[in-house]
Each structure stands twice: as structure tokens, then as C-alpha cells.
């Protein structure tokens, strides 16, 4: 799916609405803000909590008529491929004594569906991922899962792209539109940012999760959890966006269509894509029934 697709079906939102929507409590917290950073402090997750969460944040319905998500997977050497299920393609599951690290909208041990709008956008972004890590450069094949909605369907969506959408910009005085430009900058940077996890996770978790109630459980702030992040994609320069959707919406919601296994370059990683990636369709994978537990059918390309 493109962006201006994206786009298309965000603008079918039936329905905005904000937590605290006093403009002047925005703009002031974001003066502090600014401030703080100004002086050389970083903003901790908890004192932007203080200062802004919640105020003005943008949530959206959104009817989407038709969904394909994209998820790249790295299968390991010693894994039977003959022996896959639908689910080691899908979000780490601790259930199945998977470890959950922290990621860009999930904290640790709280697993969360992240894909691309774009088959491409899904392997660049693996392969950014496993770059940032101790991995030296890529394995040779990669496995790129498509993820369908079961019928068209409402989301409860907060885009990153658009998390001052409802701000009356023609009650704001040119003053105070440049702190609400740098508050959109400064998000823009903590979602594109490889050291900002600790932040971004927790801002996500408390909008796809819910916040904790310091009891041992999480109680959301919304009467309907937020089911689905949007966030710009970093390694397409914003040309394609990434998803982060809860294991429930998932699990209800969407089905998988089928799955490619790709071979790529050797020794591959974020730093020689400038010539682009030739890459070589191996195999096909779909559910060989209707059965939860169903393993992967492979089918075998002509070369």
C-alpha cells in the first residue's frame, strides 16, 4: 500500500477526538520543554508525562476497506522449514518462551506486530535492524510474510505523522506555531531515532497497552485501546510507513496470505544498499488448511 493509499483511508477517520484539549496547556508545556533541552537536558519519558501526554494527541477510527502488511523474518539455520507455523511469522510470542526485547513502540516482555506497507520496505528494514545490532551483515535468506485484513474493518489508529491534527491552528498565533512545529519535529526525530527506544516504546505502550495502574496490571486511558501505531519509515526516507499493531488485533483481525522466501546478497547490510538489492524469489508459503496450528506448504519457483 502506498502512502497517498494510507493517506486515502486515514481521511475515512468517522471520528477525532483529544484527551485534554486546552491549547494554552500544550503550548506551555512545550515552552518547557524546549527549555530543558536548551540547557543540554535530555527529556525523560517521565517528565514529558508531566509536561504534555495526552494533551492534544490525535486518535482516529479509521474504516479500512483493504489492508496488506508486510513483515520480514529471519529464520535461523537449525529451524525445518517443513515445521513452521503461521505464528513464527508473526509477533514473539513469551508464551512460546520467546524473548521480547524493547523495540521502537513495544517495551520489554510486550510483544507487538511490526510490518511495512511495502514488501521492499519490510526487508530494508530488517535489515536495518539486524545492522544496529551485533549482527555483522544479513543471512542470505529472508522471509517476507503478507498479512491481510480477514474484511474490511475499523481500526482505532494514532498516526505519528498526524499527532497534532486536531490543534485549531487559526486559534494559535505565528509565536506560538513555532513551538508546535518543533514539538512535531521532535517527535518526527524520537521516532526516527536509533538511541530514543526508552522513550518511544513506553509513549507506545501507554497508547497500545494502556498505563500502569501500579498493581500489576494496565488500565487504558481510552474506552477502546488504541490498536494500531503509524509511524514514518526510516530507511525509505519516509517513503513508506511502518505499523506496529497489538497481538489481539492480529490475532482477530488479520489473516496470512502467504509468505516469500527471498535470497539475497551476501554480506549485505545498511551500509552497501546504495546500488539497490537484486534479489531472487526462491519459494512460495501458504496454510496448508484452516487450522490455527496449520503448518507452511512450500512451494518451489522455476529458476
Known amino acids: 500500500m502506498s502512502m497517498s493509499e494510507t493517506a486515502d483511508i486515514l481521511a475515512l477517520a468517522t471520528t477525532k477526538y483529544n484527551m485534554k484539549n486546552n491549547i494554552r496547556d500544550l503550548i506551555e508545556g512545550i515552552q518547557k520543554m524546549r527549555y530543558l533541552l536548551n540547557k ?7 517528565q514529558y508525562y508531566n509536561l504534555l501526554e495526552w ?10 476497506p483493504k489492508l496488506n502488511v508486510f513483515r520480514a523474518t529471519i529464520i535461523g539455520q537449525n529451524e525445518d522449514e ?15 518462551g520467546v524473548k521480547v526485547n524493547i523495540g521502537r513502540a513495544n517495551i ?8 511495512s506497507t511495502d514488501f521492499m520496505g519490510s526487508i530494508l528494514e530488517i535489515i536495518k535492524t539486524e545492522s544496529d545490532s551485533k549482527i555483522k551483515s544479513i543471512p542470505s535468506t529472508i522471509f517476507v510474510s503478507e498479512w491481510t485484513i480477514k474484511k474490511p474493518t475499523k481500526f482505532i489508529v494514532h498516526d505519528i505523522r498526524n ?7 487559526d486559534k494559535v498565533s505565528p509565536e506560538e506555531t513555532v513551538y508546535l512545529n518543533f514539538y512535531l519535529k521532535y517527535f ?3 521516532f526516527s531515532s536509533p538511541n530514543a527506544y526508552d522513550f518511544s516504546s513506553r509513549y507506545a505502550h501507554n497508547l497500545l497497552v494502556g498505563i500502569d495502574d501500579k498493581k500489576g496490571g494496565y488500565s487504558n486511558i481510552l474506552e477502546e485501546p488504541i490498536e494500531m501505531l503509524i509511524y514514518p519509515s526510516i530507511i525509505t526516507k519516509s517513503q513508506t510507513v511502518n505499523y506496529a499493531i497489538t497481538p489481539t488485533a492480529i490475532n482477530e483481525k488479520f489473516s496470512l496470505k502467504s509468505i516469500s522466501k527471498m535470497q ?10 546504495g546500488n539497490g538489492i537484486h534479489m531472487k524469489k526462491l519459494k512460495i508459503g501458504r496454510l496448508n488448511s484452516k487450522k490455527e496450528d496449520a503448518l507452511i506448504e512450500w512451494f518451489d519457483l522455476d529458476s
Request: aromatic residues 20%; negative net charge.
Open 40 to 46: 543540554g537536558e535530555p527529556i525523560t519519558y517521565e
Open 55 to 64: 494533551k492534544y494527541v490525535s486518535f482516529q477510527f479509521g474504516n479500512f
Open 82 to 96: 517443513d515445521k513452521l507455523d503461521q505464528f513464527r511469522f508473526s509477533y514473539p510470542d513469551p508464551k512460546k
Open 108 to 115: 520489554k516482555d510486550y510483544p507487538m506486530f511490526y510490518g
Open 163 to 169: 499527532i497534532l491534527s486536531k490543534v485549531p491552528y
Open 188 to 190: 518526527s526525530d524520537i
Open 264 to 273: 539475497l546478497p551476501e554480506n549485505l547490510n545498511k551500509d552497501n544498499l
